[in-house]
């Protein structure tokens, strides 16, 4: 939950606020990278809360592998068809991860 509101899911709110930069007119040209980071807080919690609870709609198994997947497609569904959008699911601490995250990151870039 959001410390502001104590309603509001956290990702819900990250995919509201993905939606108005994704398609504000500023970055209706512009591709967008994003990382959704704290991978291994994410592998922990799915273990524990259900994911049903900030997407009741979801039907997959209740792990982190079809959870983090069906997450990554919402985040793709809120921006154009037209945008070239990259995401990443890293973990800061995992320097094998940030270092294969940054390279596809370089690679986008210089192609761009």
Not at 7 to 16: G, P, Q
Not at 74 to 91: A, G, M, N, P, V
Request: net charge neutral.
């Amino acid at each position: 939950k959001l410390d502001e509101d104590n309603v509001t899911n956290r990702l819900r709110e990250s995919l509201l606020l993905f939606h108005q930069i994704c398609n504000n007119k500023w970055f209706l040209e512009t591709s967008i990278i994003l990382f959704l980071n704290k991978k291994d807080i994410f592998e922990r919690k799915i273990q524990k809360k259900n994911i049903t609870d900030a997407f009741p709609e979801y039907t997959g198994a209740q792990n982190y592998e079809e959870a983090s997947k069906y997450i990554l497609a919402q985040f793709e569904k809120q921006c154009s068809d037209k945008k070239s959008i990259f995401l990443h699911i890293t973990c800061a601490t995992d320097t094998g991860n940030i270092r294969h995250v940054f390279a596809a990151v370089r690679t986008i870039i210089l192609n761009e």
